[in-house]
């Protein structure tokens, strides 16, 4: 069976393994060892509470996570995010939060932090029009900081981080929400991280974090609503009110197979990577009619954005791309042009069709 979603670049919500589908196809009728429709299964059932615990054990597992980490199923998507955190850990500081500004979603972080606490932002790079990421020295980061925040891949722009920026002496929070679980991350570096699903883990609906216990129980003393608080998630085991039940199954179905069939994050990265390679080398071939957004150092594996040098080949290619079966390639609204997502499930040979029609639709124009 060909799946049209073979073809899916969409920038989010992204592409799902084709097995995966099948899976959820079979349970929204019935839960194979339930018997009854997933989306009517009970939040407070014996299989539910399992469904969580055995997702947290293959983030777990995948990760090599330490036992100080919590990992919630969060609701509120990577938004939601954005203010908890500061909320939590920069209420009531008295040295401001360091904030790296490096794209959109970064970029949109800032005023959730500056409304609760003081904050500064310790790099922009929206001067060049978020071209570039910063390298090491040009960064000079607050070893005060309560904490310093990071977007480790910029989905809108095509940029991602291929070292681990700031201070190991400050608490490291990332937003990894479109990069996350696609390659190995030294956990070890980070006090928290954050991932919506719906880039490269399963539907909207759901949020994963991953925080230290530790630094939540030394840093977090305010009094928080009960949504609002980790903690109480924590302690609930992210069962506080009713939680997205369908997200979060087929996160575990994610998850799954990410452990199983792909055999986890190093072969992953490899298998990103390769993808990445095929789509970055063909844009460079076709020289002078495409520019890449990123420079050459700080490109994204997950994400790939470019504009064609002649602006009448844009809305023809998109137009012809969608004929030709070949869906989402419209760029974000912000940057315009073309972004080529290749999430996590995207197949190599997806790729291998994609690369084949940009050099097509290029030698056709020229
Ligand atoms: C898509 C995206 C967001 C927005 O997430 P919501 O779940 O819609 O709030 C935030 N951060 C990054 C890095 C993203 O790619």
Request: a negative charge; proline letters at 5%; aromatic letters at 10%.
């Amino acid at each position: 069976m060909a799946f049209l979603d073979e073809h899916n670049f969409s920038g989010g919500p992204g592409v799902l393994p084709a097995s995966v589908l099948l899976q959820v196809q079979q349970a929204i009728l019935q839960v194979p060892e339930l018997g009854i429709s997933l989306l009517g299964v009970s939040h407070r059932s014996d299989w539910f509470a399992q469904v969580v615990a055995e997702a947290e054990s293959h983030v777990r597992y995948l990760l090599n996570l330490e036992d100080d980490f919590a990992v919630l199923f969060l609701q509120g998507g990577a938004t939601q995010q954005f203010s908890m955190v500061p909320m939590t850990f920069l209420a009531g500081s008295s040295s401001p939060a360091d904030y790296l500004d490096t794209g959109y979603w970064s970029h949109k972080s800032l005023p959730h932090a500056a409304c609760i606490g003081p904050m500064r932002t310790a790099w922009s790079g929206q001067a060049r029009g978020y071209c570039d990421l910063p390298v090491r020295h040009e960064v000079d980061y607050d070893p005060r900081a309560p904490y310093m925040h990071y977007v480790s891949n910029e989905t809108v722009e095509g940029l991602q981080f291929h070292d681990v920026p700031g201070l190991d002496s400050v608490p490291r929070v990332c937003d990894m929400s479109s990069d996350f679980l696609s390659r190995w991350v030294d956990m070890k570096r980070y006090a928290l991280v954050y991932a919506h699903a719906q880039k490269n883990l399963g539907p909207a609906g759901v949020t994963l974090v991953l925080v230290r216990k530790s630094w939540l129980a030394q840093s977090c003393q305010t009094d928080l609503p009960d949504f609002l608080d980790y903690r109480q998630h924590m302690q609930a085991h992210s069962i506080l009110n009713t939680p997205p039940v369908f997200a979060i199954y087929v996160v575990l179905l994610v998850l799954r197979w990410l452990r199983y069939e792909v055999g986890g994050l190093d072969k992953m990265q490899a298998i990103n990577a390769a993808k990445a390679g095929k789509v970055y080398n063909c844009l460079e071939r076709l020289g002078d009619d495409v520019v890449i957004h990123a420079t050459a150092a700080c490109r994204s594996q997950m994400n790939a954005v470019f504009h064609f040098s002649h602006p009448e080949w844009q809305q023809r290619f998109l137009d012809l791309s969608q004929r030709a079966g070949f869906i989402g390639l419209e760029g974000h609204r912000s940057v315009g042009g073309v972004r080529i997502s290749m999430y996590n499930a995207m197949q190599p040979h997806a790729i291998d069709d994609l690369v084949e029609w940009v050099a097509e639709f290029c030698r056709l124009q020229g």
